[in-house]
């Protein structure tokens, strides 16, 4: 017990140490909210208030598009939503690397050869290998996929409504979280989640471990980049439930795409057409490819996209949902456009406007991920698009930061900038995407419409057209298939929240969840 002491004592003061040595005097002189606590920091308010943003949006108000947070223990934190900034910071991905806290997630969870673990060479020759797995032909070529995915979250919907009251509320969660796995299942690896009911129970367990931040969490990210190495074997020797957990399901779905990979690969061998699931083309063109991935490094994908698509995708489809069902003028221009848009293997759902200014207005107003890290590398300078004068009165149109400073890209905040979106920015409203509004903040970023929900750069989601055929299929199904509506008093009950991904959070603590009247179109 004397050494555990010692050991976690030890962690204290590298922390304290840390913090006091890593920031400049410019970063101190940076302006930004005053910390409530020198244990969290900002980060309570940043990360548990409820409905997400309430201090973040304030603060980018009161002090511009990069200020100044507080971490644990007092650590000096850059809130960044300038476009300048970012572009730069989303550019050089090898001096602003992903947080020790994110990195050791996705190694316990993903595995070292994921594509969101792995940093330089190896991110770049795997990436080149999956590329085509993600092209536009191999996306398209799976539509037929996405939508028997779409039809059967419709007839499991349709028994419901058929079962319900008349205006009697349907949480939607669960549902849309099942039929988005079950299309990655069937679109990305080829295989069938639901029918393997073990495989889908572990999932749930961690979708809800995702959903639960609290102050203790918050402790342990600060925390986990100090720990040595022996303190950290012992953890993972007695890991607490939620890593079990987390461990039980990376074991699981490692199991599974061991198998899945194998018979892919001796299909391919012996001539066999290959099916059309990107993990079959991402066998296929690494067996041509000059460059190849390992076993080990195909298996690592299989976990790190099933994951990354379909919570992302499930929580972006419950808010259209819960928007639309706020305005159905908007519900049923969209439906109108969607009947006249004529049989679904015909749709070409990139011409269709208003579907199309929907989801961008979901991905800017509701970002999937809120707010991601990046600390630094080395020395280096940010640009701004702006110069800030500091809180002692300097003048300053660029920030010099040291080895280690903690940056937080904040796309919430981005998409929030009225410079970029206009002076409405803070409103849901996907006219801006029809009428030509949409001011250019002279610093495109990401690969979709200059958003941030896919991030930019060389480290830009790979999935991103993915998800967008997802959205677009799952949402034209259900609008066609369905009508929605707000039950009584459902704007109170239910906060946007920040749990890893965004998530429609219940204001009595119970969990995510989407209740919203459901009715069936005959």
């Not at 020759?125 to 085509?132: L, Q, T």
């Not at 961008?360 to 990046?374: C, F, G, M, N």
């Not at 998530?503 to 995510?512: E, L, R, S, T």
Request: aromatic letters at 8%.
């Amino acid at each position: 017990m004397e050494n555990i002491a010692f050991a976690f004592g030890a962690v204290f003061l590298a922390v304290v140490f840390a913090r006091f040595r890593r920031s400049g005097d410019l970063i101190k002189d940076i302006p930004g909210p005053p910390s409530p606590s020198w244990l969290f920091g900002n980060l309570l308010e940043l990360i548990l208030e409820v409905p997400y943003g309430v201090y973040e949006f304030q603060w980018q108000k009161k002090y511009g598009p990069l200020y100044r947070t507080r971490g644990c223990f007092g650590e000096n934190r850059l809130m960044i939503s300038d476009p300048a900034t970012l572009k730069h910071i989303l550019s050089h991905p090898g001096t602003y690397m992903k947080s020790p806290q994110q990195q050791l997630v996705n190694l316990t969870g993903l595995g070292q050869g994921s594509l969101l673990y792995v940093e330089g060479d190896a991110h770049r020759r795997i990436r080149a290998v999956m590329n085509p797995a993600f092209s536009a032909s191999s996306i398209r070529a799976l539509s037929p996929t996405l939508r028997e995915a779409a039809h059967e979250i419709s007839e499991v919907w349709e028994a419901l409504c058929d079962a319900q009251a008349p205006n009697e509320a349907l949480d939607i969660y669960p549902s849309l979280h099942n039929t988005t796995l079950q299309a990655v299942g069937e679109g990305v690896v080829g295989y069938n989640f639901q029918a393997d009911k073990d495989f889908a129970a572990r999932y749930n367990n961690l979708v809800v471990i995702a959903a639960d931040r609290s102050k203790s969490s918050i402790l342990t990210d600060g925390i986990l980049p100090y720990i040595p190495k022996p303190v950290m074997n012992m953890i993972m020797h007695f890991p607490p439930p939620a890593l079990v957990k987390l461990l039980e399901f990376k074991s699981a779905i490692g199991a599974l795409a061991k198998t899945l990979i194998k018979d892919k690969t001796d299909a391919l061998e012996l001539g066999i057409e290959p099916e059309k699931d990107l993990i079959s083309v991402l066998v296929g063109s690494n067996s041509q490819s000059t460059s190849k991935m390992t076993f080990e490094e195909i298996q690592d994908q299989f976990a790190t996209i099933t994951v990354a698509g379909e919570d992302t995708t499930a929580n972006t489809v419950a808010w259209s949902l819960y928007e639309l069902a706020k305005n159905p003028d908007l519900q049923e221009k969209l439906r109108a456009e969607l009947n006249e848009a004529g049989p679904d293997d015909s749709v070409d759902y990139d011409r269709l406007p208003i579907l199309n200014a929907l989801i961008k207005e979901i991905l800017r107003l509701y970002s999937t991920v809120p707010q991601t890290e990046r600390v630094a590398a080395k020395d280096s300078v940010l640009p701004l698009s702006e110069p800030i004068t500091t809180a002692s009165g300097k003048f300053v149109t660029e920030i010099p930061i040291k080895k280690g400073q903690h940056l937080v890209i904040a796309i919430s905040s981005y998409h929030r900038l009225t410079s970029v979106w206009g002076e409405d920015a803070e409103q849901f409203k996907p006219s801006r995407w029809l009428d030509g509004n949409v001011a250019a903040s002279g610093a495109s970023i990401g690969p979709y419409s200059n958003l941030l929900s896919f991030l930019g750069g060389s480290r830009t989601c790979i999935g991103w057209r993915f998800s967008l055929a997802e959205l677009q299929i799952i949402i034209a199904e259900l609008i066609c298939k369905f009508s929605f509506a707000l039950p009584e008093a459902s704007e109170a009950g239910i906060q946007p929240t920040f749990a890893i991904t965004l998530v429609p959070m219940a204001v009595d603590g119970k969990g995510p969840k989407l209740p919203l009247r459901v009715v069936r179109l005959r």
